[in-house]
């Protein structure tokens, strides 16, 4: 996702969402995505315990990348890309991309890089806290996720989703 901050400058956010239980493991803001800062942000989510079986991702060059393939070999992570100009074929990160636009960046000002990350931190924290879904038995994310600790999930879902270009880029993360 592509906003800008209340200079002007445009920064991106790296969006991470398990398909499984809803839960946004990770955002990360910053004036630009390489796939060495993707790949440590995924770490970020291993870190966690929470190894994917598979990502879902946008053929951007951050996805399609030396390093992130590396990452998965490593991992153990099969990287699945979404057909060129298909982002419904990443619907629940273009999902949550639609959520996270409306109730964060189009509400907040952003001052600097820092302002912007804390700001995500703390939309992404009421929405894996707070915020009950249906399609989770009208649990939130992480409720859900500690009631299904030790069952088999599926994948996770990473995206970057430019404003302008209404195509998603999208990694779809879901840890397993």
Same mark, same amino acid.
């Given at each position: ?48 315990? !929470? ?17 992130? *393939? ?20 990443? !619907? ?22 820092? *302002? ?20 989770? !038995? ?10 299904? $600790?030790?069952? $088999? ?24």
């Amino acid at each position: 996702m592509v906003d800008r901050l209340a200079d002007g400058r445009r920064f991106r956010i790296l969006t991470v969402m398990d398909q499984y239980t809803r839960e946004c493991p990770v955002l990360v803001a910053d004036t630009s995505l390489t796939a060495k800062k993707v790949v440590a942000a995924l770490d970020r989510v291993v870190d966690m315990d !929470r190894v994917p079986k598979s990502i879902t991702v946008d053929n951007g060059s951050e996805f399609a990348s030396r390093a992130m *393939d590396a990452w998965a070999y490593r991992q153990g992570v099969q990287l699945e890309f979404i057909r060129p100009g298909k982002p419904m074929d990443n !619907r629940f990160i273009e999902s949550f991309n639609g959520r996270l636009r409306d109730e964060c960046l189009n509400v907040e000002v952003f001052f600097s890089i820092p *302002d912007a990350q804390a700001k995500l931190e703390q939309w992404r924290m009421d929405y894996n806290q707070q915020r009950p879904h249906s399609s989770l !038995r009208d649990q939130t994310p992480e409720a859900f996720a500690l009631a299904s $600790e030790g069952k $088999e999930r599926g994948g996770t879902h990473v995206s970057r989703v430019s404003v302008l270009e209404p195509h998603g880029v999208g990694v779809s993360p879901v840890p397993t």
